[in-house]
């Protein structure tokens, strides 16, 4: 029996692989009631022969990390959507996010 291999969509993934760095801007909200800017970094890499993408993120303020969040990016296959499983600093237990990827061009 041959394994499986990923489809075209979870190739799709691998665009967002690499390590990214860039300035947010985060509006007032319940936990940030000023907001502000910070600095955001992530590091993605195609993992699982493929299948997933993994996702390491981190939040800077003020020269200190603040918070911390950890991914794994894939598809169904089944309900044809990608789908997000997001852990972080805030809230330890897992989300689980489901959409589609679109481009911009």
């Known amino acids: 029996m041959e394994n499986p291999k990923p489809t075209e969509a979870h190739r799709k993934l691998n665009a967002l ?34 299948f997933i993408l993994a996702h390491d993120y981190e939040q800077e303020r003020d020269g200190k990390i603040n918070f911390r969040g950890h991914g794994v990016f894939t598809y169904d296959t089944a309900e044809k959507c990608y789908l997000l499983h997001w852990w972080d600093s805030m809230d330890v237990a897992v989300n689980v996010l489901k959409g589609k990827m679109t481009s911009s061009g």
């Not at 692989?17 to 970094?41: Q, S």
């Open 17 to 50: 692989a690499g390590r990214w760095v860039g300035k947010e801007v985060i509006p007032p909200c319940p936990w940030d009631p000023k907001g502000g800017t910070a600095i955001g970094r992530c590091d993605n890499r195609v993992a699982v022969d493929g």
